[in-house]
């Protein structure tokens, strides 16, 4: 139950996501201007300092429906997943696009609404992460090596989104 | 003494790392197609997963000289200094340029060559990482928040350069 989460130092965090980063992925919520919140797995991450400020980077490809929910608000959370019990759930959002699916619903997510922004949090999972978007940037092709343009075949290179945690949630 | 350092996972150096990131900094070397390393003072970088496989990024700025060296091999090395008796020599080459020094000298660094890159490792650090940059992405105004510009007012906006560790060592 999410109400019994208490906010907490981002290292906890940061600690958690990183092993379930590496192992299943992590749950990340947006949601538009209009319309009902998305989820999508990410399995890419990259947490630290930035701008004399704490940062979790998340890459977005713009084809994803995601892209275009955190263009319009500049929000997203993490969540972190359990170990195991949710295993399923997770590998379905990161397969099946939020564009025509509820994808919360149909992985049978209980939500509560963020306390900072607008995207909701995920009440099984065990840490969240609510970040405003404080900078951005636009991966280029001519930047990248030749083995990491591999991910690109179709040109459809990552917007990487800085988050800036304004709640932190264990 | 480096000698008695052994190659191990990521997670303890990415540990070590962000305690001392938020603390006094950790040193950067790299070192040009000619001429000498050189060793920068960073506070902020950013670890986790990108591209799938492990990532630290560091930003640079253009006018900095380690830029420079970086844009010429595309390889850095990130060390961990131990708590406290580096203090000094670590905020010195934080507040000096390498361009006209040479700060490893006058901070009494010994160094180590690196195994898989040029750039050595500074031997009375705790932790290192060899890193080859695999991508790099330009920060431009347009896409960072009006308190993130605050940070180039000069106009000095970072580079960022995702490095790929070849050799973790602790």
């Known amino acids: 139950m999410v109400g019994l ?94 564009r025509n699916r509820d994808k919360l619903e149909e992985s049978g997510f209980e939500v509560e609404k963020g306390k900072t922004v607008r995207s909701p949090i995920i009440s099984r999972c065990v840490a969240h992460l609510e970040c405003r978007v404080v900078g951005k940037s636009r991966l280029v092709s001519e930047l990248l090596s030749e083995d990491v343009k591999k991910s690109y075949a179709s040109g459809d290179f990552h917007t990487l989104y800085f988050g800036n945690p304004l709640r932190i949630l264990i």
């Open 5 to 98: 989460k208490v906010e907490c130092g981002i290292e906890e965090v940061f600690g958690l996501a990183k092993a379930r980063l590496q192992d299943c992925g992590l749950l990340l919520t947006s949601v538009g201007l209009h319309g009902k919140p998305n989820v999508m797995t990410i399995g890419w991450g990259l947490m630290g300092r930035l701008w004399g400020q704490m940062a979790f980077m998340v890459a977005v490809r713009p084809s994803r429906f995601t892209h275009g929910l955190i263009e319009e608000t500049g929000e997203f959370t993490v969540n972190v997943p359990p170990e195991r019990d949710l295993d399923d759930a997770v590998a379905y959002c990161g397969r099946v696009s939020g």
